[in-house]
């Protein structure tokens, strides 16, 4: 990337209508000239195609390929983590990649469990209340034992549903919120069921 350079280069050109393949360039090495602002392909070749058969077949030492017009700083851009970033950052980012044509779903899905996840703490207490009127002869260890139960199907249950929401299996939003309305409706339940 700081050289500026890509080995083993392939670009395909698609029909716009029906996304079959038009041409196909290999380069064994491709370079940007500052100086014509293109990308310079060495050692390769073209094939162009006209109803699913090759029309065209042609070797090259050095070509220019003016219609890849993406300086090198478009393909140095950092791929990040979306919990490298805040909600703000994240956000900007999908729009990025969203306009760029690139599937947003999983990114999509952390993005509202950014919004999420800190609701977690108050459902928490919502279900621990119950349970420390409730303790009796169970004592302390049946509550820490109640607490991590509770807490690993809450994670294998966000888990389950951000996993299908990323895959477009379900709405992003409701895949980041689910688990907390589960657990607020379950809090809610044994709230209600508590002896006064």
């Known amino acids: 990337p700081d050289k500026n350079l890509f080995a083993g280069l392939t670009v395909v050109e698609l ?8 041409r196909r360039i290999f380069a064994n090495q491709a370079h940007w000239s500052d100086s014509q602002n293109v990308w310079v392909l ?21 070509t220019a390929l003016p219609e890849l017009t993406e300086p090198p700083s478009y393909f140095n851009r950092e791929v ?14 999908i729009e990025e990649l969203r306009l760029a044509g690139f599937d947003v779903s999983a990114l999509t899905v952390q993005w509202y469990v ?14 621990a209340i119950p349970y420390a009127f409730r303790v009796g002869a169970r004592g302390a260890i049946g509550g820490v034992a109640v607490g991590l139960a509770v807490g690993i199907a809450y994670f294998s249950l966000a ?3 951000e996993a299908m929401g990323g895959v477009g299996q ?26 006064t």
């Open 15 to 22: 029909e716009p209508g029906t996304f079959h393949v038009k």
């Open 42 to 62: 060495e050692s390769g070749w073209v094939r162009d195609f006209q109803d699913g058969s090759i029309e065209r077949y042609q070797k090259f030492t050095a």
């Open 80 to 93: 990040r983590q979306a919990f490298q970033l805040s909600f703000r950052q994240l956000g900007n980012y």
């Open 114 to 127: 950014k919004i999420a996840f800190p609701l977690i703490a108050p459902v928490s207490m919502l279900l």
């Open 159 to 161: 888990r389950l549903l």
């Open 170 to 195: 379900m709405p992003p939003p409701f895949a980041a919120f689910a688990p907390d309305l589960v657990f607020y409706f379950l809090g809610m339940y044994f709230f209600f069921k508590m002896p």
